[in-house]
């Protein structure tokens, strides 16, 4: 039986049901041995990030609408790197929207993944094992409407990148556990 990775997820969800859900589907996942950190909000979480290493997970999974702070902001937050916190820290998304502009705001904020609400445990394991083992490039844009930092997928590539505006390769980031 091959031995399970433990990895440190940071749930963020203002509903303490919806994060029991979260939790109890990724301790099924048979790979993985995961330690759990909570937050209510985009708020918590980035006081829970700034604690210290101790306090830094493998991967952190938000919800999009809560207050005071929602999953964009939080996102977006994470990704600029201010006050210490790790920019290149893996994060999925979860939402019950799946209009295509919602979607599409989720990636640029700079998302890993996303996952639709109800969630399921196939959909969850589909979602956090690729994010947590690939290697992931990522890339800083300078756009007219501000900058974008996160994952340099196929999707950024299409929908994100000008043609013109100044990029670079920013970091190559290493696969939390072993695929």
Same mark, same amino acid.
């Given at each position: 039986?091959?031995?399970? @990775?433990?990895?440190?997820?940071?749930?963020?969800?203002?509903?303490?049901?919806?994060?029991?859900?979260?939790?109890?589907?990724?301790?099924?996942?048979?790979?993985?041995?995961?330690?759990?950190?909570?937050?209510?909000?985009?708020?918590?979480?980035?006081?829970?990030?700034? *604690?210290?290493?101790?306090?830094?997970?493998?991967?952190?999974? @938000?919800?999009?609408? %809560?207050?005071? %702070? *929602?999953?964009?902001?939080?996102?977006?937050?994470?990704?600029? *790197?201010?006050?210490?916190?790790?920019?290149?820290?893996?994060?999925?998304?979860?939402?019950?929207?799946?209009? @295509?502009?919602?979607?599409?705001?989720?990636?640029?904020?700079?998302?890993?993944?996303?996952?639709?609400?109800?969630?399921?445990?196939? %959909?969850?394991?589909?979602?956090?094992?690729?994010?947590?083992?690939?290697?992931?490039?990522?890339?800083?844009?300078?756009?007219?409407?501000?900058?974008?930092?996160?994952?340099?997928?196929?999707?950024?590539?299409?929908?994100?990148?000008?043609?013109?505006?100044?990029?670079?390769?920013?970091?190559?980031?290493?696969?939390?556990?072993?695929?």
């Amino acid at each position: 039986m091959k031995a399970r @990775t433990q990895v440190k997820v940071l749930v963020v969800d203002d509903e303490a049901v919806m994060r029991r859900h979260i939790i109890r589907m990724l301790r099924n996942i048979p790979v993985l041995d995961v330690e759990i950190a909570e937050a209510r909000d985009g708020s918590a979480a980035l006081l829970h990030l700034r *604690g210290g290493l101790e306090n830094k997970p493998d991967l952190i999974i @938000t919800d999009l609408r %809560m207050e005071p %702070m *929602g999953g964009l902001d939080f996102i977006r937050a994470v990704r600029s *790197g201010d006050d210490g916190i790790d920019r290149f820290l893996p994060m999925v998304a979860m939402t019950s929207d799946t209009e @295509t502009d919602t979607v599409t705001r989720v990636l640029r904020a700079g998302a890993d993944g996303l996952v639709t609400k109800p969630v399921s445990q196939e %959909m969850l394991r589909r979602q956090v094992l690729p994010v947590l083992t690939r290697e992931s490039p990522f890339i800083e844009i300078v756009l007219p409407e501000g900058k974008y930092f996160g994952p340099f997928s196929p999707f950024v590539k299409q929908h994100v990148l000008v043609p013109g505006c100044p990029h670079r390769i920013v970091h190559k980031r290493q696969g939390r556990i072993a695929a």
